[in-house]
């Protein structure tokens, strides 16, 4: 139980241009949908956290208008970036919860590898 | 500002050689301590959660021990499959925005050689 979807697994997308990931929690309803950047060798770092129905949280740093994210659905999160450039080029890995006790695991899609030409 | 620090960034071990990955962490109130193992270009999977002090957990040749400033990962006669980068991640009482907001460490990677 608890697999959470992330598509595309890879996108490459010349600069300027917009690209969307999808995440999906497939087995369970995920109240609270988080969006995690992975540079090689660093550690994940929290971008934004996203609750059904409201607007997302962002961390500091983040550009929420670069970085658009939506919470449509309780199985549904999407991270659009716009405008991409190449040092947006990084692991996007979004990661969902039921939260029905504050200490429930994160669970974690399998990623996406943008790649900005 | 919270950090956790994990050590050694890299580890080789032979199969059966047993050995420990450290976490410390340095943080204003701890609520839960993660670990979670990653597969090159995957996502992080769960492994156990710890919540105070003096707190194990186990599965299958992995171990989990919490004290009150850091977190140590027991692998037991590791096989190659044991293979992966292991990452920390502590949970804070956190009076703003997100109340589950995770601080993760860089990783060990561990690789074992049959």
């Known amino acids: 139980g608890a697999v959470v979807s992330q598509h595309p697994s890879w996108v490459i997308c010349k600069s300027g241009t917009s690209v969307k990931i999808e995440c999906r929690s497939l087995?369970?309803?995920?109240?609270?949908m988080f969006w995690y950047r992975q540079f090689p060798k660093q550690s994940l770092m929290l971008m934004a956290t996203?609750?059904?129905?409201?607007?997302?949280?962002?961390e500091q740093g983040v550009e929420k208008d670069k970085f658009l994210i939506n919470h449509a659905s309780l199985t549904l999160s999407t991270l659009t970036v716009t405008s991409a450039h190449p040092e947006d080029s990084s692991f996007y890995i979004c990661?969902?919860?039921?939260?029905?006790?504050?200490?429930?695991?994160?669970?974690f899609g399998n990623g996406t590898r943008l790649t900005v030409t | 500002e919270d950090q956790v620090t994990q050590s050694p960034e890299a580890l080789r071990l032979q199969e059966g050689e047993s050995s420990s990955l450290n976490c410390s962490y340095t943080?204003?109130?701890?609520?839960?301590l993660f670990w979670y193992r990653q597969d090159p270009g995957k996502g992080p999977e769960f492994l156990f959660t710890?919540?105070?002090a003096g707190e194990e957990k186990e599965k299958e040749r992995l171990k989990a021990t919490l004290t009150k400033k850091e977190s140590f990962l027991h692998i037991t006669a590791p096989k190659p499959e044991d293979s992966a980068t292991y990452l920390c991640?502590?949970?804070?009482?956190?009076?703003?925005?997100?109340?589950?907001?995770?601080?993760f460490g860089k990783g060990t990677l561990l690789t074992v050689n049959p």
């Open positions: 990661s969902a919860t039921r939260l029905i006790f504050w200490n429930s695991p994160l669970h």
């Open positions: 087995d369970f309803q995920a109240t609270t």
């Open positions: 996203s609750n059904e129905g409201s607007k997302a949280t962002y």
């Open positions: 943080v204003s109130g701890l609520r839960g």
């Open positions: 710890l919540y105070s």
């Open positions: 991640a502590v949970q804070v009482f956190y009076s703003g925005g997100s109340n589950y907001k995770l601080t």
